[in-house]
């Protein structure tokens, strides 16, 4: 029997963000999304989802803070200067764990739900994809599916 398999790397377009206005505090030129971490926040917390009140930012992008369960989760996202944003879930581990890439794993569905059902329900949001890390590495786009559970 297979194990689900969970999708956790997920692809979007959507002209609500801000995608071309450079801020003062991004830490690189290209670290769009804080709007887009803002919404994501305010939406999570509509569906009744515990997060974080503010969005902490990577050299790339931004990331949020969730609990869904027993579990805390980042969602980091950015957009891609091809047209699109690339978000992604990790489970939050402990230092030790992380270096062993525990991060990557365990993640539950209902967390890759969360975030699908927070993307569907926006009108300003469109073609979502969901991807394996692995296929999405390789350029393997042909293999995305409309489901984190796909």
Not at 59 to 72: A, C, N, P, S
Not at 134 to 140: K, S, T, V
Request: glycine fraction near 10%.
């Amino acid at each position: 029997m297979n194990a689900m398999v969970v999708r956790t790397m997920v692809t979007f377009r959507s002209g609500q963000f801000n995608t071309t206005e450079r801020k003062p505090f991004y830490i690189n030129d290209c670290c769009f999304g804080d709007d887009l971490a803002a919404w994501l926040i305010q939406e999570l917390k509509t569906f009744g989802i515990v997060v974080d009140e503010k969005a902490g930012q990577e050299d790339f992008g931004w990331y949020i803070t969730f609990r869904v369960g027993l579990y805390k989760y980042h969602f980091v996202v950015g957009y891609n200067a091809d047209g699109y944003w690339l978000g992604w879930i990790e489970r939050q581990r402990g230092l030790i764990q992380r270096l062993f890439g525990a991060k990557k794993r365990g993640i539950q569905p209902e967390a890759a739900n969360a975030i699908h059902s927070i993307l569907l329900s926006s009108r300003g949001v469109s073609d979502v994809r969901w991807h394996v890390q692995e296929d999405f590495n390789a350029l393997r786009n042909d293999l995305a599916v409309l489901t984190p559970l796909g």
